[in-house]
Nanobody
Framework: QVQLVESGGGLVQAGGSLRLSCAASGRTFSMYAVGWFRQAPGKEREFLAAITQSVTTTYNADSVKGRFTISRDYTKNMVYLQMNSLKPEDTAIYYC????????????????WGQGTQVTVSS
């Protein structure tokens, strides 16, 4: 079992930056790939980025376009999402999720989810 807790969300002006954190419990966290997703009101949950156990990263190029960077710190059981050049359309609840054997864009394939953190970008 893995428990995930996101933090770092908040209100930021367009063009600003935020770093989201995903804190994981459990000594086996290193055995999980982690993905970041977001969901805006009335929209589908959207894949943003994922990082594997071997620190291979993938991104949703259409949404991220070089603005977001995913990373992980095994010593702290943390995964981060650095978000730069934020836009009002980035406003959403951001979630991290973990899977032992999947690191793609299908949210149904992730086994564990955090409660989410709100990001609001003002224009």
């Amino acid at each position: 079992q893995v428990q995930l807790v996101e933090s770092g969300g908040g209100l930021v002006q367009a063009g600003g930056s935020l770093r989201l954190s995903c804190a994981a419990s459990g000594r086996t966290f290193s055995m999980y790939a982690v993905g970041w997703f977001r969901q805006a009101p009335g929209k589908e949950r959207e894949f943003l980025a994922a990082i594997t156990q071997s620190v291979t990263t993938t991104y949703n190029a259409d949404s991220v376009k070089g603005r977001f960077t995913i990373s992980r710190d095994y010593t702290k059981n943390m995964v981060y999402l650095q978000m730069n050049s934020l836009k009002p359309e980035d406003t959403a609840i951001y979630y991290c999720a973990a899977s032992r054997d999947y690191s793609g864009s299908n949210y149904d394939r992730y086994d564990f989810w955090g409660q989410g953190t709100q990001v609001t970008v003002s224009s």
